[in-house]
């Protein structure tokens, strides 16, 4: 039996009828088709798929579609609002490579987002413990940490220290 | 030939806009018009036979529209699952069909398959399946495997030994260890991984019968690879079958195999006539998706006092799970072929030892061999130093091979590139302050306090760049690995990059644009890559094995190169001039030294219809000029084709060889068992590097996964085969606050094996980072009497391993 949800999603008002066990995510990504928040495991560990739900970040697997009747969900596609410029956010996972295969970062920009919002200067270990709940695989977190303080206003020095190029043969 | 300003520039990547917008376009992201949804009915045994499979519970169930059993796969599918890597030629292996018939053979074994309306019914519908089974007697351990009266995984065998191989070279090895003042032993345990890319795998099939055409959407690192072996499995004409592999969200190598779902899933599109996808879930991923790892080393060092190493010898046992797939059978003998690493061996042999078990197959994990080699003679060398007394840097230092010593063929037989290993180790001291690391170590240790210090160091060498073909058909390996590229220019002069690699999170939209613009004198901007599908690409071998850039990417550059040398014909005949005697760059070909004849600019072959107005400069015609000549066939040299568009295929002479020295710091709490590592210094030699950003991103990515299969990582069964870590609250993939930041560093060694000089990094780090730290626990630990703790060191073992000794 469905019921009818009354969902503003990245400021706009839906109405749509799910089943009861429909997850929040299976209703963004399959009912809406903002196919941004991702899943990456059955069990609320990975945070692939955590959205803003009245301005909070949450995982969306976590949640029935019928929980966020009446509230306002922003994803990853709404971060940026009415701006045509990305989200500082997401400007920073850019310039500091705070991404690989690109998977888990649409929910970690959300996260980090939401942290930067409670904490606006997180010292390096709030933004380790406050990103905890979100996995990369790729980048072993090195420059998610350093897109962060950036996004916070922190100089960061994005250089490498390789050296120089040497001629081939 | 000089590699101009382009590359080895930290360019952002081309891919990041839209993956950070959430507008990138994974395989679940895709949807179809009246697309079903597949379920897979997976065995709850180790080793069982099926006794009874009633699919009648979903007669008249809403939504389900087919059923498919073993019976079914197996009188369809035209040939097993493909092995891509028969080494040594003896060995002993299994047809592996993608679902079993009679035995399931593991945990998570296919038996059924049913294709349904909606997403959430499938749950439903595989719940109305009845499977009966027997369960018969398991073996999951390779050393029980292969002793006498183990339970035999596969019957018609007769054995579980899939192979032993034998490797012996140089010195007497019986001589060399009995003439030593030192010998040290130990067994090590090389635990088993899941590789656990953030998105799961993932197919969508669509078939159509009229024209028995099959396309096929699939989270690959290998989608020519994957192409040809489900049209060989179907007995679909290969030029039938169109695999796209779109945005890949990492693969780690688990994604470059050919699995059961990989036929189950296209079969079913066939079967229903209905476009179908397949989403793995993250427990399925855990249990089905391969496994990394899992061989135990016996070994054996032979020195004199001095410590000059005079032999090694090893054991190597390793547990092939229950089949044997793709790359499987040959990364054992890369295990034992890489044991004598960075150093000098006089005396070398191993022997290795293969068995079938009741447990998920083993196959390429970020390394694939080389982790397992590298742990093996660096947790070994550690424990010499200590039984000499000698520092563990300098004990590596007295034994390596000198940049005197090339061309250098190893111990195991294998012909290093290029190789300086002396100035690396000591640039990862200087960066580490390895000697003020050391006194304030042994200052703070000597109180006896609770938390101690540790300091780890190794080093590594390991076999990139797969790879070149003669070579590997030595080997054993049965599928093309040379290079694919071309690059073609549109008549608006912007250019398309099409690449064999497949990447999947490595930045290859970037670094080819760097390569490509590097030889073409213009912006890495104006270049677009295109990598995955095979309809689009000429052909292609796909992402692993650390090979993308000094294969493919060399590939890039020669291709590249030949469109820079049309280019230049071209212009050379607009200019009048030779040539040799035009300069590319800055997205202008113009002239050193030579005036332009007036006729030219008379005849007006300069201008192109968007520069009429404006006649083109004296003595220069632009990139984008010439690309409109070549797409037109206007203004081209007597005899030469139009258009703009070269391919090459480049497959190196050798492998190569990268390597590094990494250094960690731990703190290690007596009473808790726990590790923090405080430090992390990585040094790398990759050769010549084209994104230096992107190189320390896959540096530490490999550290993290080193790390974490030294200190929480594994896959555990119980004595049933029952698997114990089957979701991420049981397999403990690391979290931003486990993990240190990392300091990278680099030598630069280039390769002579391809034209750029690189060497490739992609599992340096994952390489390096295992020995690193369980040696820097055990040197915290060796007051209390501590010589070795078996990975991964979790805070309980380290603990008991202090109680047992204290």
């Known amino acids: 039996m469905k019921q009818k949800v009354s969902i503003n999603v990245n400021g706009v008002q839906r109405e749509d009828e799910v089943e009861p066990r429909t997850l929040l995510v299976h209703y963004i990504r399959e009912t809406l088709g903002l196919t941004g928040t991702h899943i990456g495991c059955d069990t609320s560990q990975c945070g692939a798929c955590t959205v803003h739900l009245d301005g909070t970040a949450v995982k969306s697997c976590t949640i029935f579609a019928v929980q966020a009747d009446g509230s306002q969900v922003t994803t990853i596609e709404g971060i940026a609002g009415d701006s045509t410029e990305m989200h500082p956010m997401q400007t920073a996972f850019w310039e500091q490579h705070g991404l690989q295969c690109g998977y888990c970062t649409p929910g970690m920009i959300m996260s980090a987002a939401s942290l930067l919002k409670d904490n606006p200067h997180p010292t390096e270990q709030e933004i380790r413990h406050g990103l905890e709940g979100n996995i990369c695989r790729c980048t072993g977190y090195h420059n998610i940490v350093k897109a962060v303080r950036a996004a916070a206003g922190e100089e960061v020095n994005a250089t490498s220290n390789r050296g120089e190029m040497m001629p081939t043969k | 030939m000089a590699i101009g300003n382009m590359v080895g520039a930290s360019v952002r990547r081309h891919e990041d806009p839209k993956l950070v917008s959430g507008a990138g376009t994974y395989v679940d992201d895709i949807k179809l018009p009246g697309m079903l949804y597949i379920g897979i009915a997976r065995s709850p045994y180790a080793?069982?036979?099926?006794?009874?499979?009633?699919?009648?519970?979903?007669?008249?169930?809403?939504?389900?529209?087919?059923?498919?059993?073993?019976?079914?796969?197996?009188?369809?599918?035209?040939?097993?699952?493909?092995?891509?890597?028969?080494?040594?030629?003896?060995?002993?292996?299994?047809?592996?069909?993608?679902?079993?018939?009679?035995?399931?053979?593991?945990?998570?074994?296919?038996?059924?398959?049913?294709?349904?309306?909606?997403?959430?019914?499938?749950?439903?519908?595989?719940?109305?399946?009845?499977?009966?089974?027997?369960?018969?007697?398991?073996?999951?351990?390779?050393?029980?495997?292969?002793?006498?009266?183990?339970?035999?995984?596969?019957?018609?065998?007769?054995?579980?030994?899939?192979?032993?191989?034998?490797?012996?070279?140089?010195?007497?090895?019986?001589e060399a260890f009995s003439n030593a003042d030192v010998v040290v032993k130990q067994r090590l345990v090389n635990q088993r991984l899941a590789p656990v890319s953030i998105e799961t795998r993932g197919i969508v099939a669509q078939y159509n019968k009229a024209s028995n055409e099959l396309t096929m959407w699939s989270s690959t690192q290998t989608p020519h690879l994957t192409?040809?072996?489900?049209?060989?499995?179907?007995?679909?004409?290969?030029?039938?079958?169109?695999?796209?592999?779109?945005?890949?969200?990492?693969?780690?190598?688990?994604?470059?195999?050919?699995?059961?779902?990989?036929?189950?899933?296209?079969?079913?599109?066939?079967?229903?006539?209905?476009?179908?996808?397949w989403i793995e879930s993250r427990t399925e991923n855990l249990m089905n998706t391969v496994h990394g790892r899992d061989m135990v080393d016996y070994?054996?060092?032979?020195?004199?006092?001095?410590?000059?190493?005079?032999?090694?010898?090893?054991?190597?046992?390793?547990?092939?799970?229950?089949?044997?797939?793709?790359?499987?059978?040959?990364?054992?003998?890369?295990?034992?072929?890489?044991?004598?690493?960075?150093?000098?061996?006089?005396?070398?042999?191993?022997?290795?030892?293969?068995?079938?078990?009741?447990?998920?197959?083993?196959?390429?994990?970020?390394?694939?061999?080389?982790?397992?080699?590298?742990?093996?003679?660096e947790r070994t060398l550690d424990i010499l130093a200590d039984e000499l007394g000698m520092d563990p840097a300098e004990l590596r230092r007295k034994n390596f091979v000198k940049e005197e010593d090339w061309p250098f063929t190893s111990a195991a037989g294998l012909a290093y590139d290029s190789g300086n290993y002396v100035p690396t180790l000591d640039k990862a001291l200087e960066m580490a302050g390895y000697m003020e690391s050391r006194a304030r170590q042994q200052e703070h240790n000597a109180s006896n306090p609770r938390v101690r210090k540790g300091i780890g160091?190794?080093?590594?060498?390991?076999?990139?760049?797969?790879?070149?073909?003669?070579?590997?058909?030595?080997?054993?390996?049965?599928?093309?690995?040379?290079?694919s590229a071309t690059v073609r220019v549109d008549r608006s002069g912007t250019v398309e990059v099409l690449a064999g690699a497949s990447g999947h999170g490595q930045g290859h939209t970037t670094s080819w644009a760097q390569i490509?613009?590097?030889?073409?004198?213009?912006?890495?901007?104006?270049?677009?890559?295109?990598?995955?599908?095979?309809?689009?690409?000429?052909?292609?071998?796909?992402?692993?094995?650390?090979?993308?850039?000094?294969?493919?990417?060399?590939?890039?550059?020669?291709?590249?190169?030949?469109?820079?040398?049309?280019?230049?014909?071209?212009?050379?005949?607009?200019?009048?001039?030779?040539?040799?005697?035009?300069?590319?760059?800055?997205g202008m070909i113009t002239v050193k030294g030579m005036p332009l004849s007036e006729d030219v600019v008379a005849a007006g072959k300069l201008q192109?219809?968007?520069?009429?107005?404006?006649?083109?400069?004296?003595?220069?015609?632009?990139?984008?000029?010439?690309?409109?000549?070549?797409?037109?066939?206007?203004?081209?040299?007597?005899?030469?084709?139009p258009g703009l568009n070269e391919t090459a295929f480049f497959d190196p002479v050798n492998f190569t060889y990268p390597f590094g020295v990494h250094i960690a710091e731990v703190d290690v709490d007596t009473e808790t068992g726990e590790t923090t590592i405080t430090r992390y210094v990585a040094v790398d030699d990759c050769g010549n590097v084209i994104n230096p950003m992107i190189v320390d991103g896959q540096v530490h990515g490999g550290v993290a996964q080193g790390v974490a299969q030294a200190?929480?990582?594994?896959?555990?069964?119980?004595?049933?085969?029952?698997?114990?870590?089957?979701?991420?609250?049981?397999?403990?993939?690391?979290?931003?606050?486990?993990?240190?930041?990392?300091?990278?560093?680099?030598?630069?060694?280039?390769?002579?094996?391809?034209?750029?000089?690189?060497?490739?990094?992609?599992?340096?780090?994952?390489?390096?980072?295992?020995?690193?730290?369980?040696?820097?626990?055990?040197?915290?630990?060796?007051?209390?009497?501590?010589?070795?703790?078996?990975?991964?060191?979790?805070?309980?073992?380290?603990?008991?391993?202090?109680?047992?000794?204290?």
Not at chain 2, 57 to 74: C, F, M, N, P, S
Not at chain 2, 462 to 480: D, H, R, S
């Open chain 2, 47 to 174: 080793h069982a036979r099926v006794t009874g499979l009633d699919t009648s519970g979903l007669d008249g169930q809403k939504g389900v529209v087919a059923r498919i059993t073993g019976e079914d796969v197996r009188k369809r599918q035209r040939a097993p699952l493909p092995i891509s890597w028969i080494v040594p030629p003896d060995i002993k292996t299994p047809e592996h069909w993608a679902m079993a018939t009679g035995v399931v053979r593991y945990i998570g074994e296919p038996v059924a398959a049913i294709a349904v309306e909606d997403r959430y019914a499938v749950e439903d519908a595989l719940d109305m399946l009845n499977i009966d089974f027997d369960p018969l007697p398991v073996v999951t351990g390779v050393e029980e495997a292969l002793k006498e009266g183990a339970p035999l995984v596969h019957e018609e065998l007769g054995t579980n030994q899939a192979y032993k191989f034998s490797v012996a070279t140089g010195n007497d090895l019986d």
């Open chain 2, 227 to 277: 192409k040809h072996h489900v049209a060989e499995m179907l007995g679909i004409p290969e030029h039938n079958v169109r695999v796209i592999a779109p945005d890949v969200g990492g693969g780690f190598g688990s994604k470059l195999n050919l699995l059961p779902e990989d036929f189950i899933v296209p079969y079913m599109a066939i079967v229903t006539g209905r476009p179908v996808k």
């Open chain 2, 299 to 377: 070994i054996e060092i032979a020195a004199m006092s001095d410590g000059t190493i005079t032999g090694l010898r090893a054991n190597i046992y390793a547990n092939l799970g229950a089949y044997c797939r793709f790359f499987a059978a040959g990364l054992p003998v890369l295990a034992g072929l890489m044991l004598p690493g960075n150093y000098k061996i006089p005396a070398f042999g191993v022997d290795i030892y293969t068995a079938y078990t009741n447990t998920l197959f083993i196959d390429a994990y970020r390394g694939a061999g080389r982790p397992e080699a590298t742990y093996a003679i």
């Open chain 2, 457 to 483: 160091l190794a080093a590594y060498v390991e076999i990139a760049g797969w790879g070149p073909g003669q070579a590997t058909k030595g080997l054993g390996v049965t599928n093309q690995l040379f290079g």
């Open chain 2, 516 to 586: 490509a613009a590097d030889q073409l004198g213009i912006g890495h901007e104006q270049v677009k890559v295109y990598e995955g599908d095979t309809a689009m690409i000429q052909t292609g071998t796909g992402t692993f094995a650390s090979r993308s850039v000094s294969v493919d990417g060399a590939g890039v550059h020669i291709a590249a190169q030949k469109v820079r040398d049309k280019v230049l014909r071209i212009a050379a005949h607009q200019l009048e001039v030779d040539p040799a005697d035009l300069v590319l760059s800055n």
């Open chain 2, 608 to 641: 192109t219809p968007e520069a009429a107005e404006e006649p083109a400069p004296p003595r220069s015609v632009s990139f984008n000029d010439i690309a409109h000549s070549a797409n037109t066939g206007h203004d081209l040299p007597p005899g030469e084709e």
């Open chain 2, 711 to 806: 200190l929480w990582e594994e896959v555990v069964y119980d004595e049933n085969g029952q698997l114990i870590t089957g979701t991420l609250m049981d397999y403990a993939v690391p979290f931003s606050s486990d993990l240190p930041n990392i300091e990278t560093g680099a030598t630069i060694t280039p390769s002579p094996v391809n034209p750029l000089g690189v060497k490739g990094v992609g599992e340096a780090g994952t390489i390096a980072a295992t020995p690193v730290i369980v040696n820097a626990v055990v040197d915290a630990l060796s007051g209390l009497g501590v010589r070795h703790i078996d990975m991964p060191l979790r805070p309980e073992k380290v603990w008991k391993a202090i109680h047992e000794n204290g």
